[in-house]
């Protein structure tokens, strides 16, 4: 009897998995009230038919001729248990259920996946190893309209590249320009095996940014990493990442070290009075970009002796994250004849993230150094101005700032409103049409219906100032989908 | 009888907020339970998985992990607290003025939440946040379902 009271009622509150919103609502909720109220009548009925049988059973049992001992372990067993237990034990009893019994949704034996899942989320396991693979990524679709195109710069077309905003009469018969590109579309792929010395980690990512004008492979990241330990190509150290805004545009807002490049890096958690850091120590490698006197572009001399030292200590909470981080560089031109000019300097950077109310957040990066051009806004910025003809080689004093705010107006659809900010002080003998300023503000409505697509639009209006002191503007407007793998 | 629970039920439900103790074993509270906001928590917990994937596209995947890691650990809290709570939810039943149905009712829904929360603790265990969702839409369904049976708002 127990148990099919259980069945019974476990039967009706069965109705309850049925998959529905987050929230039972009113609707839903007086079905269920109407279903339970149903299995309880059901119920009721079926215990009065229970008990009637079992009333009958027992005048049977009365009458028939037993053996005593087979009549004493019928009294004393199941059957008179069953006719009278305690209220409340058999309400407990009878409604436990079988954790793998029907109607109580997901079970746990149904909810895993055999032993080919990988330890990781999407990913297979190599039968006979302990390595999970995975494949991951995404195709975007970017239509951007320009109220000005970059002259001579597909890329400056296809996303904020501060150094191709067009001044003076580089404007000239570049006004209103549309380009509709996938490069940003990503593939990545990436393996996990657990080990003796730590978690080994690969991960490579490839974009289609390699060229200008057509759709050739670039790689992101490539990395190994196992413990703490990590070789390869990705984020600079330097970069607090997760302080970068939702943008469609790829290229950001400007003020951000947003760079990638090879380099060795330990990580070390600590605790410093009982509070959870991460120190991180790195050599990444190194490239001199000077701006010269002589044409506006900025030269790589290729000359490099030591690679860029990069520190970081980074808190990471329940609120967000913060990051610290220096950086020291030496700054090397060695021309084949005559004698080697090389300076060493530092850049220091404080970023982060921190989560408001919701799932909103404010993501701000304030960085300076006399080495930091080649580490902000794409590389616009000359690390040093070089006067060749004099023997000179001056630091560029370089300052980047960003803050964004980001806004979830519900599960689907966020904004994201963005402005940056660098300046970069050029020596006076340096090109005047070099860039020394920037400024970008990104505002954009998203959409993600599901979780694996998302719809954008975008506004963009960024400035660049150059050494002459006059100045180009750039608005923008971009649509991107971006679905998912 | 079952005419006259199935009213009474109803009633309640649909009835207006009211103080103290009800005929139905009503409770008004007027802070959230336990477990209703570890129930919460589950809810934004998955929303920030999910935003991983959404939103934080700069991300390497290997970064996103260690993040999911770190929300399905503290999925897996939630719903500890969750089932754990089921034990003092049952505990508090000889104080509601129930009659046997409604007991038998209430019993049912807070043994269908402890199951759906070890469910989910289960699949946090192993790492399958993607699995999550699947049951925690019903464990939110059972939890207001006995709360707009059972409890005033």
Known sequence: MRRLATGTMSLGLSLLTLPGPARATDEELKVLLKTLSQQVQQLNDRVNHLEQELAQERQVRTRATVSPGLAASSTQGSVGSMAKPSPQEALVANSRPAASGPGWGTTPDKAFKPNTVGDIKGSIKIPGTDTSLAIGGYAKLDAVFSNVGAFGSAYGDQYLMLATIPVKAARLGENSQTTLHAKESRFWFKSYTPSAYGDINTYLEFDLYGAADSYLPRLRHAYGSMGGFLGGQTWTTFLNQSAIPETLDVGSSVGLGNLRQPMIRWSQPFKLFGVPLEFQAAAESPGTRLALREVPALFAPNDDRYPDFIARFKYDSEWGNLTLAGMARQIRYAPSVGPVLAQWGGAASLAGKINTIGLDNIRFSLSFGNVLGRYISLGSFGDASMDAAANTLRLNNTYGAMLSYQHWWDSQWRSTVAYGFVQSNLARFANADLSTQGQSVHVNLLWSPVVYATFGLEYIYATRNVESGIYGDLQRVQFSSRFNF | ?153
């Open chain 2, 1 to 153: 009888m079952s005419r006259l629970v199935l009213m009474s039920l109803l009633l309640v439900a649909c009835a207006p907020k009211s103080g103290s103790w009800q005929s139905l074993g009503e409770v008004e509270r007027t802070s959230p339970s336990l477990h209703g906001v570890a129930d919460q928590r589950l809810r934004d917990l998955m929303l920030k998985i999910d935003s991983l994937v959404m939103s934080e596209k700069e991300m390497t995947e290997i970064q996103r992990d260690l993040y999911r890691k770190k929300y399905t650990q503290k999925i897996r809290e939630s719903a500890q607290m969750i089932s754990n709570n089921a034990a003092a939810v049952r505990a508090s039943l000889p104080f509601l003025p129930l009659n046997t149905t409604q007991q038998a009712a209430f019993l049912i829904l807070a043994d269908r939440m402890e199951v759906q929360a070890r469910n989910i603790e289960n699949l946090a265990a192993a790492n399958h946040s993607d699995q999550i969702p699947d049951v925690l839409n019903p464990l939110a369904v059972t939890c207001r379902a006995c709360h707009q049976l059972f409890r005033v708002q």
